[in-house]
């Protein structure tokens, strides 16, 4: 097994990305800190290129390829923010990039991944395995798999979203990060562990699929189906290897949210702090608003993850 990375590795991958990265803001509230009696700092990776911060690890992770596998190209299964990050960061590096994505993928998505010049292969979400299909096609053209969460200079990426809100803001008590595979969750921690010590460090899934919270009271990964959750980032049927072994180590509790939770955040980000947020991206701020009599009196960061949400499904969602 690859051994986890460590907060060295994402001080590397920050200087990576420099110049290609937004350096996104970080956004406060007066109405927001007053209603939750908290001082509440709010990352914005809703401004990142490509509309979240999967952009920090793609990129990182391609920028450490050698000759031979800039040549050979690069493959992803996703259909959502991964795909764009591998598709944009592919076409600034010049690498050729193949995503696997499901016939029934939003056109959206499809068109945004193929606008930034990736090849698309469609398989069959029910009846064709999308690993096996990446590996098959890895193999047959020699093309390197960088999977959406569980490689560990995809997590030392993520990690940098955090160093920078540490840089900005100092230390804080509380810690609260949107949960999928644990790509974000586990860069956080090791930025947060380094610049932030006695910081608490939590992460935020969907309710549907609490698999994160079940595999760390069980003390193992635990496989869900896949949950029906408005947050599709965050769909995931289980952590990866590295990000558990991260997590387990280093966080100190996975709170959920439900789907209503997450409207009812998605409409304080519209209304009080003015920014579109994915549904996804509202995880972190959703438990935040639950815990706010806890969090009285402290000082608490908030990974606000992605804006990526189709205009017409916004609206719905909020009416
Ligand atoms: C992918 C994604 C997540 C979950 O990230 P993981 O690294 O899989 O835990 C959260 N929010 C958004 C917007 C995403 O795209």
Redesign the pocket.
Known sequence: MPTPPTYTDVQAAAERIRGHANRTPVLTSRRVNSELAASVFFKC?NFQRMG???FRGAFNALSRFDEEQRRNGVITYSS???AQAIALSARILGVPATIVMPHDAPASKVAATRGYGATIVVYDRYTENREEIGQTLAAEHGMTLVP??DHADVIAG?GTATKELFEEVGELDALYV????????SGAALAARALSPSCRIYGVEPKAGDDGLQSLRTGSIVHIDTPATI?D??Q?QHLGTL?FEIIRREVDDIHTATDEELVEAMRVFAATLKIVV?P??C?AFAAVRRLAAELSGQRVGVIV??G?VDLARYASLLA
């Open positions: 990776e979240a911060f999967k959502g923010n991964h959406p969460y993520q949107c949960l999928g595979g644990g790509g974000l969750l947050a980032g965050a995931t990000t994915e996804t991206g995880l993850s992605g990526n």
